[in-house]
């Protein structure tokens, strides 16, 4: 399973913008497709950006979290949220609301999803944390403690809003793996920071990592080739390092 993630930047230059990022998603071919700062801004467009992309790129499945309401410095009424596109049926989702904190400028949600492939199931979350340390790893923490009480593991991905997310691995260690602690990258080159990450529980496998350049966004998309190896154990890394070397 390869999955990008992307914070979108809403409309911001998207006629310049849109363009390199359906040339570039079309190069790398991912299955599933994070998106992060998703809006719904009607006096721009009737669509949502990541509507605008799949009217090209054409991926069978779309969900959609377009569930933030709040005053923006350009609209008077701004949605924003998470969406994801995949190849692969998504039997169910759902968005959480994050506890907001007195002094966050921003709202924050979750959004989980279920990617069935070939008959193995993809946990997903798609994240988005607010922008202050404390808030982020309030929010980290806060989704943590979610999946703990659902009895769930799932694939976090997104803008986590933490640079050197490593440092906390506290949080998950002995249960997860970051792509940071597997390869170090800046996915935030304005502030030579990295705030986006997938972390991978165990029972899959972290592959290849792979960054955009800096032309699709303020920050560079992440891919990360992912392979269930629970259950099959070497046998199923060999195959998968085998797949992902014919896939690049």
Do not use: C
């Not at 490593?166 to 705030?195: C, I, K, M």
């Amino acid at each position: 399973m390869r999955i990008t993630s992307l914070n979108l930047r809403g409309f911001f230059e998207w006629e310049e913008r849109s363009e390199r990022i359906v040339a570039y998603l079309r190069r790398l071919d991912p299955d599933v497709i994070l998106f992060q700062e998703v809006v719904y801004l009607p006096g721009v467009s009737p669509y949502s950006p990541v509507e605008l992309l799949n009217e090209r790129l054409a991926y069978p499945f779309r969900h959609e979290s377009i569930t933030r309401l709040q005053r923006g410095r350009t609209a008077s009424d701004y949605r924003e949220g998470l969406a994801l596109l995949s190849r692969f049926p998504v039997p169910s989702t759902e968005a959480l609301v994050l506890h907001h904190e007195q002094g966050d400028p921003h709202q924050r949600i979750v959004q989980f999803a279920d990617v069935e492939q070939e008959g193995v199931v993809w946990p997903l979350a798609n994240v988005h944390l607010s922008v202050r340390d404390e808030f982020a790893l309030h929010h980290l923490k806060e989704v943590l403690g979610m999946l703990d009480h659902k009895g769930q593991r799932r694939i976090l991905g997104g803008d986590f809003n933490v640079n050197h997310l490593e440092r906390h691995a506290a949080l998950w260690r002995g249960r997860a793996v970051l792509t940071s602690e597997v390869q170090q990258y800046v996915s935030h080159p304005g502030t030579d920071e990295n705030d986006d990450y997938f972390l991978v529980p165990d029972g899959f496998g972290i592959g290849r990592i792979q960054l955009s350049g800096d032309e699709l966004s303020d920050h560079r998309a992440v891919t990360v080739d992912l392979a269930v190896v629970a259950a099959e154990g070497e046998a199923a890394e060999d195959a998968f390092t085998e797949r992902t070397a014919r896939r690049a």
